[in-house]
C-alpha cells in the first residue's frame, strides 16, 4: 500500500446494493455510490428515510455484500475478507446489542471477551472507557436501569473496547435527549482530534453534520454531493431568509403558507420568526402579497439550508399536506382549557417517577413537554391518556376526571406512542381495521374514515405490506392514521420525530399545524428542540418536577447573557436543567455537611 493510500482509511467506487420486498419488487439500495473516508477524520452521511445510509455503513461493517463495485475498507477488499475488516473496526448499530439483564461491568466483559481482550489489555482500557463515558460510578448498575443517553454511551464504550481502527456509528444520538447528546458529542470528538481515530457515522441531526470534517448527502442510494458542511451550506448562498410574521398570524402557520409554495425550498420557525430558503428561481419578496406586514432580513446560510437546496434539485415533489382536515367540526368548550394537572404524583414502589406536577394546556394549543430521558415525561403522558393511574393528584382532561372516568376520556384522546406500538404482523390495512373497530367506528363512517387517513397519510402503494415492514417514516405515519381515526379532541404525541429525517420531520408538524388550526389540542414530547419552536407553551421537567414552562421567547430567555449569541432553545433548555440539578446537587452537599 502506498503513503498516499494509507490516509484513505474506507474507499467505495461504483458500489450498487439491491434487495428485493414482497418477493419479487427490486429496490436499488445504492445506485453507484462513490466515497472517500480519510484516516483520523470525522465523515457523516446524511439524507432522508431510505437513502441508503444505513446499507452503506453496513457493507463497510462487512455484515453484507455489495451487488457490484469496489469498496475497501482499511485496505483491505471488504467483500474479499469481512472478518479481517471486523476484527480492525467498531460498528454500533442504531440498536446496539446491550443485555439489559446484565451490570454495566458484565456488559464491558461480555464485549471483550468477544474480541479476545486480555487482562492487561482490559486493565488498560477499562479506565480510559469509564472516563471518558463517565460510566465509572455505575458499573454494578444493571444496563436495562441506565438512561437513554448512558446506554448509548455503554454501546460505546464496549465499541471501543477493542481499540478499533475505524468507527461506524449508525444514528448513534437517535432518541437522545440535548444534554446526552452533547455528551456524546464530546467524547466522538475527543476520540478524533486527541486519539486520531477515523469516524463514520450517519445522523438525522443536521446540525451535527455541521460538527463533521466531511460530509456526502444521501438521496434514494445515490450521493447528491460530497465535500465540507461549509461547501453544502454555500449552496443555499443569497436565499436564506428570516422573516417575522405578518400580524395576527402565528410562526408555525406563517411556515406552513411558506411550504405551500413551489418557489419555496424550504421553512421552518426559529426564535419566533420563520427562516425561509428560496428557490434559484424563486420571486422576490418585496410586494408579494404573502408577506405583507411581515419584516424580512437576509441571513447567512447554514448545513440544513445547503441540505434542502441539495435535495429540492433532485426534483422530488414536496407532499403537499394542506389537507388534513376533520370530518367533524370540534366545538370549543366553555372554559377553554382541554387538559389540567395539579399536584400530579406516579410513584412505583419507593420511587417517584412525576413529583408534584402541575400544568393547564388550553384548547387548540400545541403544548411542548420536554425534558431529559428519565424525566418522568412518558410517565406523565401515560397517565393523561388514562393508561396508567395516577398515585394522587388531580388531573382532568377533556373535562373529565381521569381519575373516575377513564374509559370515557379516552374515546376523545389519540395517543402516539414513544416506540411503534402498532402490530407488526398485520398489514396496513389489517391495522387500520382493527383501530377503526377499538375506537368503536362502524359502517359507512369506518369505511369512509379510514379510506381518509391511506389518502391523507398517502399509505396507498403500502397498504397489503405487514405494518412491521414498513419504512421508518411511514410507521410514524400509521401510527399517526391509526391515532386519528375516531377524529379526537386531544392528541398526545410522545416522541414522534425520534429518528425521523428532516423532510419527515417537517411533513409532520406540517399536519399537526392543521389539526390545531381545526381546534385539536397536542401535547408532544421531543428531543428535537428546534421543535419546541412549533409549540405555542412548554414545560420543562427533570426527574419528575416541572423546571420551568412558558412560551418559547419566556424559555430562551432564561439563557440569555450579554457574553453570548442570541439563545436557541436547546441553549435555554440546557441551562434550565443544569441550573437545576446544580441547585439540587448544592442541596445535597449542605444536607449532608449539616448531617
Known amino acids: 500500500m502506498s503513503e498516499g493510500e494509507k490516509l484513505i482509511a474506507l474507499r467505495g467506487r461504483g458500489i450498487e446494493k439491491i434487495f428485493k420486498r414482497n418477493g419479487d419488487e427490486i429496490v436499488q439500495a445504492l445506485d453507484d455510490v462513490s466515497l472517500e473516508v480519510q484516516a483520523g477524520t470525522l465523515t457523516a452521511l446524511v439524507g432522508p428515510d431510505g437513502a441508503g445510509k444505513t446499507t452503506l455503513i453496513r457493507l463497510a461493517a462487512g455484515l453484507m455484500t455489495a451487488d457490484a463495485g469496489e469498496l475497501t475498507v482499511l485496505g483491505i477488499d471488504v467483500n474479499a475478507a469481512p472478518q479481517q475488516v471486523q476484527d480492525r473496526i467498531g460498528y454500533m448499530p442504531q440498536k446496539f446489542g446491550l443485555y439489559e439483564d446484565l451490570s454495566v461491568q458484565e456488559n464491558l466483559d461480555l464485549y471483550a471477551d468477544l474480541h479476545g481482550i486480555s487482562a492487561k489489555d482490559r486493565a488498560q482500557v477499562y479506565p480510559r472507557l469509564m472516563e471518558m463515558t463517565a460510566l465509572g460510578s455505575f458499573t454494578q448498575r444493571l444496563a436495562g436501569r441506565l438512561s437513554g443517553g448512558m446506554k448509548q454511551k455503554l454501546g460505546l464504550a464496549c465499541t471501543l473496547v477493542s481499540r478499533p481502527e475505524l468507527l461506524l456509528l449508525d444514528e448513534p444520538t437517535v432518541g437522545v435527549d440535548p444534554l446526552s447528546r452533547r455528551e456524546l458529542w464530546e467524547i466522538i470528538l475527543q476520540l478524533v482530534d486527541e486519539q486520531k481515530l477515523t469516524v463514520l457515522m450517519s445522523t438525522s441531526y443536521l446540525d451535527e453534520a455541521e460538527r463533521c470534517g466531511q460530509v456526502s448527502v444521501m438521496h434514494r442510494g445515490k450521493v447528491l454531493a460530497a465535500g465540507s458542511p461549509d461547501d453544502i451550506s454555500r449552496l443555499a448562498a443569497g436565499r436564506v431568509f428570516l422573516a417575522d410574521p405578518p400580524p395576527g398570524r402565528k410562526a408555525r402557520e406563517f411556515q406552513a403558507q411558506l411550504l405551500d409554495r413551489p418557489d419555496i425550498v424550504d421553512a421552518v420557525p426559529a426564535g419566533g420568526q420563520v427562516r425561509f430558503v428560496r428557490s434559484e428561481n424563486g420571486s422576490e419578496t418585496q410586494g408579494?402579497?404573502?408577506?405583507?406586514?411581515?419584516?424580512?432580513?437576509?441571513?447567512?446560510?447554514?448545513?440544513?439550508?445547503?441540505?434542502?437546496?441539495?435535495?429540492?434539485?433532485?426534483?422530488?415533489?414536496?407532499?403537499?399536506?394542506?389537507?388534513?382536515?376533520?370530518?367533524?367540526?370540534?366545538?370549543?368548550?366553555?372554559?377553554?382549557?382541554?387538559?389540567?394537572?395539579r399536584d400530579l404524583v406516579r410513584q412505583f414502589g419507593a420511587f417517584t417517577a412525576v413529583d408534584h406536577i402541575s400544568f393547564d394546556v388550553q384548547r387548540g394549543e400545541i403544548f411542548g413537554l420536554l425534558g431529559p430521558n428519565g424525566a418522568g415525561k412518558t410517565t406523565t403522558f401515560r397517565m393523561l391518556c388514562g393508561l396508567l393511574p395516577a398515585s394522587s393528584g388531580t388531573l382532568r382532561v377533556a373535562g373529565m376526571d381521569l381519575r373516575r372516568a377513564r374509559a370515557s376520556a379516552r374515546q376523545r384522546i389519540g395517543y402516539v406512542a414513544q416506540k411503534f406500538s402498532l402490530y407488526g404482523q398485520l398489514t396496513v390495512a389489517e391495522n387500520l381495521e382493527f383501530f377503526a373497530s377499538a375506537y368503536s367506528l362502524r359502517s359507512d363512517k369506518k369505511k369512509s374514515r379510514i379510506d381518509s387517513a391511506i389518502r391523507q397519510f398517502d399509505l396507498g402503494e403500502f397498504i397489503d405490506l405487514a405494518s412491521g415492514d414498513l419504512p421508518g417514516g411511514f410507521k410514524q405515519r400509521l401510527a399517526m392514521a391509526a391515532a386519528l381515526l375516531h377524529e379526537p379532541e386531544l392528541l398526545f404525541l410522545d416522541e414522534p420525530t425520534s429518528g425521523a429525517d428532516p423532510l419527515a420531520r417537517r411533513e409532520f408538524w406540517r399536519r399537526i399545524t392543521a389539526l390545531a388550526q381545526q381546534g385539536v389540542t397536542v401535547v408532544v414530547t421531543t428531543h428535537f428542540m428546534e421543535e419546541a419552536e412549533y409549540c405555542d407553551r412548554v414545560a420543562i421537567m427533570d426527574a419528575g418536577r416541572v423546571l420551568a414552562q412558558g412560551t418559547p421567547a419566556e424559555i430562551r430567555a432564561r439563557a440569555r447573557s450579554d457574553q453570548r449569541r442570541e439563545p436557541n432553545m436547546e441553549d435555554a433548555f440546557i441551562a434550565v436543567v443544569e441550573a437545576s440539578r446544580a441547585e439540587e446537587a448544592l442541596r445535597r452537599a449542605s444536607s449532608r455537611g449539616v448531617a
Open 288 to 341: 408579494d402579497e404573502i408577506f405583507a406586514g411581515a419584516s424580512i432580513t437576509a441571513a447567512a446560510p447554514r448545513f440544513e439550508d445547503g441540505f434542502m437546496v441539495l435535495l429540492h434539485r433532485t426534483g422530488t415533489p414536496r407532499e403537499s399536506v394542506g389537507a388534513m382536515t376533520l370530518t367533524t367540526a370540534l366545538e370549543p368548550e366553555r372554559d377553554g382549557t382541554a387538559v389540567q394537572v
